[in-house]
């Protein structure tokens, strides 16, 4: 992660502290979402888990309130809920849910895509597998890059052009003889480099999956949980309305909870035919961490900040390109940040050395960042929600002092 | 689960209560192996939850001292592990291992076996997965019935005739052209009935496993953390050594946590072409639960306690089996019982019906069992670990009543 390791002991909100007693704000976990060690959070887990802690062969109402609240926040025709402990699980059970229920194996996914650790999910995570290991049912579509792409074209031009990418790969998949069951993305892009991907982008490519009779799985385990401010999911940031959605990370403020919230129909062929029981999933504990957290990002009003705070940060980090050349763009939504160093304005070829430096510069300095992209060229800046404008002073303060600096 | 769901709202060591207040002896699970809500266990995850929790890109001292705890418990040669959540992950993990470093596809599993719910694990998983769903690297080996199968013969020849299915099976393999990978069973046969292994089954198992090239892999899932009261681990008991175990169920009391434990070359060979990150394993709070595991079984000496109840259990169910022309077989090690239902004693025909309706009767009457087997005949009887004679006599009891009243 680091040149030196962080050997951390303790967490406060958005501040961690390692062992030496030095303090991080911490402007890169999103799994605490809510704040590390929210106290609501941490009294919903112990109280719960004293009091009982079984699995869904059991009746418990705290798991039906739960999917009840969950559900509620997104649209009517994804009224079924699943529940996991990791998105790994979650995406691989979208994944069987997708195959079953279409009777078909292809699945497109991004170029530089990371979906989890499991066989089937290794498959479609390209950034970690290459071509040879994905086998013949997944196929990948470009990486959007519209800081590189656009050339003067118009949004709707720049969306048409990315959505055919989707028409090519599941014509290519016809090529090979593979029948094309879904495409599944994250809805923020977060490995690819979140790039700003053009208004009108995700219905077109909503539209070219379902005339081809596959199946859209939004991966909302970044995006998810009301990272961007406006909305409390990607795809309805994005505008595209998914058949499976698979949730993760940020669910349970860090206790191992995930989902797979699907359209009823898709749930009742795929359970007809199939067992899906999963031990630790759905228990009373999980269900009551999971409540806490949506308690807290409505009582602390969390996605309002996100679009406060997120705003104030890309106003700051548009200054800092002002000032340096090393930066070459600025984008995110709500508290998600991509920072992309480049060596020349001209060129804009990667600095991948630069930014590796100055996440471990960072770090250094007591401010926890990362890097994603093709090229590891762009800063990944993604707090926890409670991250307020004075953590958005010292963040711009010091990666200025940094960028100055190298 | 039962004709009459269960509505639980409480519970503390064997104990369950439901929404009406009514209490049940849990004689079923074995998730909270050292017992329902146990206090220090309760404490150690609102004690880490409340202080920090994050991930393995960050040092933590709790997670090394977990897992050098872990590993003391088994053979020196198996001196890596690697965390995951559910034990579904772990046979992942295990398979990926498997496959990758014997650079093969092909795995045995048992005709009735269940490891998980991942589409790899749902192919070796073959209770609830018909063939033409198993694909083709995955082949079967007879479930082991010792109850119908002796035919008078010794030990030695018994296990010398299971033991051969193992290299039928590799054969079967070898002439469809699919190389043998390894064999992955459950060390204690939980969803096969648990049979009674003859002596010298396993070292023959795994040398012929051994000579064709394989790997064997134990899931301990269901047999481990000392549920036989003997040793710690199954194939300890069965006296086959491992090249890669997978945990899961009793290892966090109920918390989300499970793991690989391997040969540190297997581990090495793997991680030097794969990533494996796995963002909520090993976490500090998953860390300090599993360590107040192995606390609380070593200083409430549950395992001593398996083995002296579970041999007074023994010889309650044999005693019932005398009187009771409906007990076919008893069988089981440390506390972990299965109680085969037949019609006669001439056919050995199952009798299914009958051991739906003793379970169903047992819950009325406030003792929680479940059944398995691929005759859905066996009554399993698997209570946390603190069960006491006090608990063996209610059930006992109880059961006696029940089949009294068939």
Partial sequence: MYEQPLQLVRGDGVWLYDVDGKRYLDAYNNVPHVGHCHPRVVEALAQQAA???THTRYLHETVVTYAERLLATFDRSLSNVLFCCTGTEANELALRLARECTGRQGILCTAWSYHGNSAAVSQISSS???PAKRGPFVRTIPVLDPYRERNGREDEALASAYALDVQKGIEDFERRGVKFAGLLICTAFSNEGL?????GYLPKV???IHKAGGLFIADEVQAGFGRFGSHMWGHQVLGGLPDIVTLGKPMGN???LAGVVARADLVEQFTRENLYFNTFAGNPVSAAVGLA???VLRDERLLDNARDVGGYVIDGLKALQKKHSFIGDVRGRGLFFAVEMIKSHSTQEPAAAQTQQIVNRMRDRGVLISRIGPHNNILK??????????HADLLLQTLDDVITGL
């Fill in 195 to 199: 790039p700003t991907v053009p208004p």
């Fill in 51 to 53: 009091t009982l802690n």
């Fill in 128 to 130: 970690f597998t290459p």
């Fill in 381 to 390: 800046i993604r707090p926890p929600m409670p991250f307020r404008r004075e």
């Fill in 293 to 295: 957290v949506l308690d």
């Fill in 206 to 208: 909503v539209d070219i």
């Fill in 254 to 256: 860090g206790h191992p």
